[in-house]
Each structure stands twice: as structure tokens, then as C-alpha cells.
């Protein structure tokens, strides 16, 4: 059998509770690993479906997206361990999900609703690729990550396409 792997990863609840640490749960690839082509590590695929509340059944990786966080603005160097920012993108009812409430708050007054980040977002630490060399992160992450969301929207994708579920396929409706 598999074996399930679990790393330690900051989970911001869309209802407004206040950030804190889940159990990403990881299972091994098939595939390589696309961001480390020569990684003599497996390639792992992290399951933040298992946290994403009204995230469509049964599309595993296909309902989500993720962001990485390699630098903050002005910094000069990448960090050594950057961040990885899973958020949903297929609703099981078609419906937008949630604006996130709790990083609507850290947002303040430059929250915009175009760049809203939706539903619950799991961010997980890495070494060198996302997918093949996971770290547990800590609470201690919070303020870098704060600090990230205080002037960065969520990626365009909520902004340009809506997508919903017939017949058991995806198809992308122009808005």
C-alpha cells in the first residue's frame, strides 16, 4: 500500500477562525515532479481538497490550484524555504466560493472584491520544489505570510473564468 505522508501546514478558514496548523497529507506520484526535472525525490501530491469546504467530490487535484511564495516584495534573494498556497477553483455547486474572511481582514483597507481570495487556503513550506521536498511549516510562518497577503491578491483565475460541472466534465463558461 501507499504510504500517506503528513506535513505540518497553515490552513486560513474562510469563516473567519483564525489561521492554524493542519495535517497536509501527501501520496506519492507516478509523475515527475515538473518543478525539480533532475529531483532524485519522489514526487508527492499534496491533498488540501481534504480542507477546502464546498470543493467539488471526486477531482482530487483537478478542483484546486496553488501560488508559490518565493520572495516578499523587495526582497533580494529568494527564501531558502518558500511557501506554496493551495486555493480552490471548482465549487461542487458552480456557485463562487466564500470570500475568505479571515484574509479579507488582513487585507484591510486595500482588500479589493475583483482580487478576493476565496473558500480555505492551506499554505505549505518547501525546500526546493514544491512536490518533492515538503517541510512542516510552523505558526512561526504567520507573519511572513501575513505580510505576503497584506498586498497580494489571489491569482486572476477566480477574476476570468467560472467553471462548473455537467455531465461529469468540466467545460469553461466565458463570462
Known amino acids: 500500500m501507499d504510504?500517506?505522508?503528513?506535513?505540518?501546514?497553515?490552513?486560513?478558514p474562510s469563516?473567519?477562525?483564525?489561521?492554524?496548523?493542519?495535517?497536509?497529507?501527501t501520496s506519492p506520484m507516478s509523475v515527475p515532479d515538473p518543478h525539480a526535472p533532475f529531483s532524485t525525490l519522489p514526487a508527492r501530491m499534496?491533498?488540501?481538497?481534504?480542507?477546502?469546504?464546498?470543493?467539488?467530490?471526486g477531482l482530487g487535484?483537478?478542483?484546486?490550484?496553488?501560488?508559490?511564495?518565493?520572495?516578499?516584495?523587495?526582497?533580494?534573494?529568494?527564501?531558502a524555504n518558500p511557501y506554496v498556497i493551495f486555493?480552490?477553483?471548482?465549487?461542487?455547486?458552480?456557485?463562487?466560493?466564500?470570500?475568505?474572511?479571515?484574509l479579507k481582514e488582513i487585507q484591510g483597507r486595500s482588500f479589493r472584491e475583483a482580487a478576493a481570495w476565496r473558500g480555505n487556503i492551506i499554505?505549505?513550506?518547501?525546500?526546493?520544489?514544491?512536490f518533492?521536498?515538503?517541510?512542516?511549516?510552523s505558526?512561526?510562518?504567520?507573519?511572513?505570510?501575513?505580510?505576503?497577503?497584506?498586498?497580494?491578491g489571489a491569482p486572476q483565475l477566480y477574476a476570468d473564468t467560472d467553471f462548473c460541472e455537467t455531465d461529469n466534465q468540466l467545460h469553461e463558461n466565458p463570462m
Not at 499534496?46 to 467530490?57: G, K, L, N, R, T
Not at 487535484?61 to 527564501?79: C, S, V
Not at 486555493?87 to 479571515?102: A, E, H
Open 46 to 57: 499534496p491533498h488540501p481538497e481534504v480542507y477546502m469546504d464546498y470543493i467539488a467530490e
Open 132 to 137: 518533492s521536498s515538503m517541510i512542516n511549516g
Open 139 to 152: 505558526i512561526a510562518d504567520f507573519p511572513i505570510l501575513r505580510n505576503y497577503f497584506m498586498t497580494h
Open 123 to 130: 499554505i505549505a513550506k518547501y525546500r526546493e520544489s514544491p
Open 61 to 79: 487535484p483537478r478542483a484546486w490550484h496553488y501560488h508559490l511564495i518565493e520572495a516578499l516584495d523587495g526582497m533580494n534573494k529568494k527564501f
Open 15 to 25: 469563516d473567519g477562525r483564525n489561521p492554524h496548523m493542519v495535517a497536509l497529507m
Open 87 to 102: 486555493y480552490p477553483t471548482v465549487s461542487r455547486d458552480g456557485m463562487p466560493f466564500p470570500i475568505n474572511k479571515c
Open 3 to 12: 504510504q500517506l505522508v503528513s506535513f505540518e501546514a497553515l490552513l486560513f
